[in-house]
């Protein structure tokens, strides 16, 4: 159900009836995404029994802090937000202490779970993605991209049990 909702939700299926597939924006990022984060889910449940979920967050967020300093310095983009304005600083800092929020408590879950329940809440990036990119993109949900949101989340909610 999940597979299908995604999958219905990121797909303009009148698009791909006149030129071909063509994926709504963000499809792309979000299965990688996605991909990505069933791997460190799985991996995450591992380390967060072993060494803790706070320990497990304050290494992961490390290391992808570095990770980007690196591949600023290899493309050879700007590191600073000197030219943004103020709000905008406020915002990138007030996104950043959600995400590591929600990655903690996650990783908390999964010290109390098992991944198997805690992953798909978790990887349900898809739906963000697209719900994002229709508020702030001004996107065109279709009838049926909003079934398959509709869908994804009720599979999520059935396999809870």
Request: aromatic fraction near 10%; avoid cysteine.
């Amino acid at each position: 159900m999940i597979i299908i909702g995604a999958t219905s939700a990121s797909l303009d299926w009148g698009a791909i009836a006149n030129q071909g597939f063509q994926p709504s924006r963000g499809v792309r990022e979000a299965i990688l995404g996605a991909f990505f984060f069933g791997i460190y889910w799985n991996i995450s449940e591992i380390i967060s029994e072993e060494i803790g979920w706070l320990l497990t967050t304050v290494l992961v967020k490390s290391g992808i802090v570095v990770f980007l300093f690196f591949f600023s310095l290899a493309s050879k983009q700007e590191k600073g937000l000197t030219s943004s304005s103020t709000k905008t600083k406020h915002m990138i800092l007030l996104m950043g202490v959600i995400e590591v929020g929600a990655v903690a408590l996650v990783n908390y879950g999964l010290t109390i779970g098992d991944a198997i329940l805690i992953t798909p809440i978790a990887s349900a990036l898809s739906i963000v993605t697209i719900a994002l990119a229709v508020i702030f993109l001004k996107e065109r949900m279709t009838k049926l991209q909003g079934s398959g949101i509709i869908m994804a989340i009720a599979g999520i909610i059935a396999t809870a049990f």
